[in-house]
């Protein structure tokens, strides 16, 4: 008799999860600190977003007027009582409650409204160098936001299938993954990370450094906006063969006068200004090649390394790391989307599934 009770209540457990789950889609989610990308199965990538999250207050009561391409559009430009924030900072979320906001949003937007019995299975992928804690944080907005099961992938593994690097074989294979926050060096073999570096510098610290650079030479503040349209039209890795290169107007205040004001700058200066963050990078290429097995050493002079993410757009990049290494560098065909392409594929496709950590 108390079998059969378990058993009815085992099956209607079942049922109701079932009814629950209805129609919903399970979901892979690129949470960069630059821009969310959310690969939804059988459907591809269905959203691109910057990862910026508009909140205005008013009578003291905090709430959420934009976010993604709405909110970006804001940065800097906001009166006393609306703040764009960005809830991730070095790959990682600084501000859990904004976090949880900014993916319930992405959910909604991708789902719809119809249903209300939309709760689906979410792959969230993470840096490899994040602490338990970051990782715990992750879990729970994807958790709050309506997840039924919460994976993780490492971003390296995500970005070297999304690159289509053979990493189910016994072959060693390096990826390096150049985000916004964070760039990721690793060496992949037989569905692990034989070994991995996270360098804290990404595409932000190379707009830090072109803010910088223009405040140090020529007195004149810019936003973050615009040094990112600089790097992103004119950045470049190495000086250009004339020792000046493009020339490039900007605009924004004097700070000896104090009134705004335009000036021009060559693309070999922007290069002199993100000399520090990719020779970083280099740095952490250099000590992933140090640290890693004579075999796996030899398969990567076979293999060479792949440039991912929006840091590998830098122009004449994949020349300097050739040059400063000696080994073969390709740029991936689809940079920007490799980790979201890789976390959709590892959700979906069952000889990739046993890179994901469950919740």
Do not use: W
């Amino acid at each position: 008799m108390a079998s059969a009770r378990k058993d009815n209540g085992l099956l209607m457990a079942s049922l109701v999860s079932r009814f629950f789950k209805l129609g919903s889609q399970n979901m892979a989610i690129d949470l960069g600190t630059a821009n969310t990308l959310v690969y939804v199965q059988d459907r591809g990538i269905v959203l691109n977003e910057p990862s910026v999250v508009a909140i205005e207050t008013l009578n003291g009561v905090k709430k959420v007027k934009a976010v993604g391409d709405d909110a970006k559009m804001m940065m800097g430009k906001t009166p006393d009582n609306i703040e764009a924030i960005r809830p991730l900072r070095d790959g990682v979320i600084a501000d859990i409650e904004i976090a949880e906001e900014m993916i319930k949003h992405f959910i909604r937007k991708v789902h719809g409204k119809k249903n209300l019995f939309r709760y689906p299975e979410i792959v969230i992928c993470v840096p490899s160098g994040s602490t338990s804690v970051e990782r715990r944080a992750i879990r729970d907005a994807a958790s709050n936001a309506g997840a039924s099961q919460v994976y993780l992938i490492l971003e390296p593994m995500a970005a070297a299938i999304g690159a289509d690097m053979p990493v189910t074989e016994p072959v060693g294979s390096m990826v390096v993954d150049i985000g916004g926050g964070t760039t990721e060096v690793a060496v992949l073999s037989l569905r692990g990370l034989a070994y991995t570096t996270s360098v804290r510098v990404g595409g932000d610290k190379m707009d830090e450094s072109i803010v910088s650079y223009v405040r140090r030479h020529h007195n004149l503040l810019i936003g973050d906006a615009t040094a990112e349209r600089i790097k992103k039209d004119y950045g470049i890795a190495v000086m250009p063969a004339d020792g000046i290169g493009e020339t490039i107007h900007i605009k924004g205040r004097d700070l000896v006068n104090g009134v705004p004001k335009e000036i021009t700058i060559s693309q070999a200066n922007v290069a002199e200004a993100l000399a520090e963050p990719i020779g970083a990078i280099v740095e952490g290429v250099r000590i992933a090649l140090e640290n890693t097995a004579p075999e796996l050493a030899a398969d990567i002079v076979d293999q060479g390394i792949v440039l991912t993410g929006g840091g590998a757009l830098i122009q004449g990049l994949d020349d300097y790391l050739r040059e400063e290494t000696g080994l073969p560098v390709s740029v991936a065909e689809d940079p920007l989307s490799c980790v979201a392409l890789g976390t959709g594929r590892a959700m979906e496709d069952p000889v990739y599934r046993g890179v994901l950590m469950s919740a």
